[in-house]
């Protein structure tokens, strides 16, 4: 089977200061994959460059079995490649809804899928009922807590109706039923065949949703595997504990 | 056109010192929308500004424009820190500098102007010094002494500038605050402040800057407005907030101009800085120096 | 509203304006009524790009100027009837806004700023050293005394100006409430997170800057025969690049209904302050009723209206973008 996602060698580097070293990843349909790191390991370069927002120098991306060089970002969320901020970035002047709307009218349309605008719209109700945020869904993002403002942030990555999904610390700040709603939601997106890529903090939720997990520090990957073998890792243990 | 050696020579002379001014008329952006990342297209109308001010004093009180100049520098400081502190309150703090900070100072470029216009009219305006008139002769070098002075103290500026920054705290901390506010904040430097201080000074060197202009060349309200290109061009060419950059960046400017004015005729002179700027962001939007 | 409604509305609206002025017995009031009427335009234009998109344009008077010496140098050639000038006016300056937009909109907003100043020069350097259409001593356009059926010759240019108003409040509706729409406040918004959610942002910003330009080059496109004598230095003039800020920032930004509001009021009054007071006076009153607004009140007139009423943004009917504080903690 091929892999959705398959990163060589990708380097990146901001003037003399080397982000991200030799980084190769294959990524399977279907997979459930943890990133982890400590602060500053390069998690957010990594997929800000495996989403366009970014250019790396070294390496290539092949997505979906295409290879993805080159392509602006939008085209890479067109192509199914979506992903949550880690600072979440709302449309201050949209209202919830709106917010929702935009993947679905920009990502979603250009696949040639012909929707109404009754069927957008409730699409975008049902996205914000499962997040919790359906009660504001008319409201701007600035009445929202930060909490809530993640949530939107993953919701309307989804609306993309990505292939692959990557949530960039879409839990900090919740609460512990608020991480298990977030991962059942997840797990329900990849029962329907979305691939996850989960970047987090919360050493819980991250062992308990990967299926495989993968370290970085400083820049590069030191580790690759089942999430029980690669946590006894000792560099890995290194990094996180001395 | 008549090609000569001499010709040639004078122009890329000429050029050079022009570009030593330009350089002085560009430092005040270079720290502003270099390094503080604010779009100050005002700034040509605080240099006219201080080119009136010259002009008041000189002919009321006969004082020599640049000592007028130095004198009033803490004056114009205090009026970019009160600019600042009315730009952040408005725009900054609401992440509204785009669109509105941007027309905040469009709106103050024009007020300055038509204010002046109102007060002076539209009639050029001299100085008279010491200075202006006199002509050094170096070999088939023809160099007026009214643009070599503004030249060397332009330089003498920049080169205070550049120490202020690399040597002082208050100098580093600017520096900083462009890159990481909150490693400042950790420090308890308030990056507002230190902010508030540069755009200070950056308004500061426009008193400067206003004294050489109105020695170079006699100046009307509109004066202005052909600065602002070559102000950016300055700077997106030389690096943003390099200042070694600016200078190189001005003087080629100044060749460049000189050459095409002596061999093409002065009326195409504008297009030159607005064309290189154009250029430059196309090409290279990091500059020579890039960043 | 559905759109053909709104232009049945505006119709009828504009033949009252017309008769209104032929009733008001004056031409005068046709002449004056051009220029509010050009800056309803104008204004308009400048809003697709600056208010929806949040680009700010520097140099509208470089294509309201490219419009203008279209029509000189076709006139020099063969008098086209007006019509056909607006659409070489507004072709010649959407293509122009294109290229433009090609070469900076890939550089952050402020860079897009100070290049449309550089380019507004460097139009005006070449228009200059241009001695087909005039140069800077200028060109001279025989403004025909009557036109059938119309009659007197003003009279014809106030109605194309009148037209041309309404269809750009109309294309600035047309745009709001459509995809295109939502694709620029996400470009206003956060232009990163909107290429992220598949928005093709330099495509869009490109539409943006070619619209604008192309409606800008079509009030331009008539000015020489409203005007008869054109020169470069008023043509350029920058009063058309603040007027055309001023106008939209006073008015309000997030809608069709700003620029038209901020056109008309501060266009009337400075008809009126050009025959009571100075201009230079005047163009003082528009830099510091622009910067008042701005600090005051970023969203406009439209903006404290709506505060006044504060009704909540969907008791309107359609979508309103309304500008927020943004909180300090989101980037």
New interface residues.
């Given amino acids: 089977m091929t892999d959705l996602l398959r990163i060589d060698n990708l380097g990146k580097r901001f003037g003399g200061f080397v982000a991200l070293e030799s980084i190769s990843l294959s990524v399977p349909a279907g997979e459930r994959l943890g990133l982890i790191g400590p602060n500053g390991s390069g998690k957010s370069t990594l997929v800000n460059c495996i989403c366009g927002t970014l250019r790396n120098e070294q390496g290539s991306v092949h997505f979906d079995g295409r290879s993805i060089d080159g392509f602006a970002a939008h085209e890479r969320t067109r192509m199914g490649l979506s992903r949550s901020f880690q600072l979440p970035r709302p449309f201050v002047s949209l209202s919830l809804l709106d917010n929702i709307r935009i993947p679905l009218l920009y990502a979603v349309a250009a696949r040639g899928t012909h929707r109404s605008a009754h069927d957008i719209e409730a699409q975008c109700v049902d996205l914000l009922r499962e997040v919790g945020l359906d009660a504001k869904a008319r409201r701007l993002p600035r009445d929202l807590t930060q909490v809530e403002m993640r949530k939107l942030e993953l919701a309307r990555a989804m609306a993309a109706e990505p292939k692959l999904l990557i949530a960039d610390e879409s839990m900090a700040g919740l609460t512990h039923s608020e991480v298990e709603d977030i991962l059942a939601l997840l797990v329900r997106l990849n029962e329907k065949g979305v691939t996850i890529v989960l970047i987090e903090h919360i050493m819980r939720a991250v062992m308990s949703f990967s299926r495989r997990l993968v370290v970085l520090v400083s820049g590069r990957k030191i580790a690759d595997g089942q999430p029980d073998e690669v946590m006894r890792n000792p560099e890995v243990e290194r990094a996180y504990l001395g | 056109m008549i090609f000569s050696f001499d010709l040639l020579i004078n122009a890329v002379a000429s050029g050079i010192l022009i570009g030593g001014f330009y350089a002085a008329v560009t430092c005040g952006v270079s720290i502003s929308f270099g390094i503080l990342d604010i779009v100050n297209i005002a700034h040509p109308a605080f240099i006219i500004l201080g080119s009136y001010v010259a002009y008041i004093v000189n002919t009321t009180f006969g004082v020599d424009p640049i000592v007028t100049a130095i004198v009033a520098t803490p004056l114009f400081y205090v009026l970019g820190a009160g600019i600042y502190q009315v730009y952040y309150v408005s725009f900054e703090k609401r992440g509204q500098e785009s669109l509105r900070g941007l027309a905040f100072f469009f709106g103050l470029l024009f007020i300055t102007e038509v204010s002046l216009v109102l007060y002076f009219g539209v009639d050029y305006r001299y100085v008279d010094a010491a200075y202006i008139g006199p002509s050094v002769h170096f070999g088939g070098l023809d160099m007026p002494l009214r643009i070599l002075v503004p030249c060397l103290v332009s330089l003498l500026l920049i080169a205070i500038l550049q120490l202020i920054l690399k040597r002082t705290f208050i100098g580093r901390a600017i520096m900083a605050v462009a890159q990481d506010h909150f490693a400042l904040r950790l420090m308890a430097v308030d990056p507002v402040r230190i902010k508030r201080i540069a755009f200070g000074i950056s308004i500061a060197t426009a008193s400067l800057a206003g004294a050489f202009l109105i020695i170079i060349q006699p100046v009307e309200p509109s004066v202005g407005r052909e600065y602002i290109g070559r102000i950016f061009a300055i700077c997106v060419l030389g690096g943003m907030g390099s200042l070694p950059g600016t200078v190189i960046a001005a003087m080629l400017l100044g060749i460049v101009e000189s050459l095409t004015s002596t061999f093409y005729g002065p009326s195409w002179a504008p297009a030159v800085s607005f064309g290189l700027l154009l250029l430059t962001l196309a090409v290279r939007p990091s500059g020579l120096m890039g960043r | 509203m559905r759109t053909p409604l709104f232009l049945l509305i505006c119709f009828v609206i504009a033949a009252a304006v017309f008769a209104g002025a032929i009733a008001f017995g004056n031409d005068y009031v046709f002449f004056a009524g051009y220029v509010v009427l050009q800056y309803v335009v104008l204004s308009t234009a400048w809003n697709i790009l600056?208010?929806y998109c949040?680009y700010?344009n520097?140099g509208s008077a470089a294509f309201f100027a490219l419009g203008a010496y279209s029509t000189v140098a076709i006139y020099k050639f063969y008098p086209l009837p007006i019509p056909l000038l607006l659409v070489v006016g507004g072709a010649v300056s959407g293509l122009v806004g294109f290229g433009m937009g090609y070469?900076?909109l890939r550089?952050r907003?402020?860079?897009f700023?100070?290049?449309t100043?550089?380019?507004a020069?460097?139009m005006?350097?070449?228009v200059?050293?241009w001695d087909y259409v005039g140069g800077?001593r200028g060109a001279y356009i025989v403004r025909p005394e009557e036109i059938y059926p119309i009659g007197n010759y003003i009279r014809y240019l106030f109605l194309i100006m009148l037209l041309l108003a309404v269809a750009a409040i109309t294309i600035a509706r047309l745009i709001e409430r459509s995809?295109l729409g939502?694709?620029f406040?996400?470009i206003?918004?956060?232009e990163?997170?909107?290429?992220?959610?598949?928005?093709?942002?330099?495509r869009l910003k490109l539409v943006a800057t070619t619209i604008s330009g192309a409606l800008m080059g079509m009030a331009g496109a008539p000015f020489p025969y409203y005007i008869g004598y054109l020169q470069p230095s008023s043509t350029f003039g920058?009063e058309y690049?603040?007027n055309s800020?001023?106008m939209p920032?006073i008015g309000g930004?997030?809608s069709w209904v700003g620029p038209l509001i901020g056109a008309v009021l501060l266009g009337s009054l400075q008809q009126i302050a050009t025959v009571t007071i100075s201009s230079?006076?005047n163009?003082?009153i528009?830099?510091?009723l622009?910067?008042g607004f701005?600090?005051v009140a970023?969203n406009g007139i439209v903006g404290l209206v709506h505060k006044y009423l504060q009704r909540k943004?969907?008791d309107f009917v359609g979508?309103r973008?309304?500008?927020?504080?943004?909180?300090?903690?989101?980037?």
């Fill in positions: 600056g208010g949040g700010v520097f070469l900076t550089l907003g402020a860079f700023a100070i290049a100043l550089a380019l020069v460097v005006e350097t070449l200059v050293n800077s995809r939502y694709g406040a996400t206003r918004d956060d990163l997170a909107a290429e992220a959610s598949g928005v093709p942002t330099l920058l690049a603040v800020i001023a920032l930004t997030t230079a006076v163009l003082l528009v830099g510091c622009l910067v701005v600090i970023p943004p969907d979508r973008h309304v500008e927020t504080e943004s909180p300090e903690t989101v980037p």
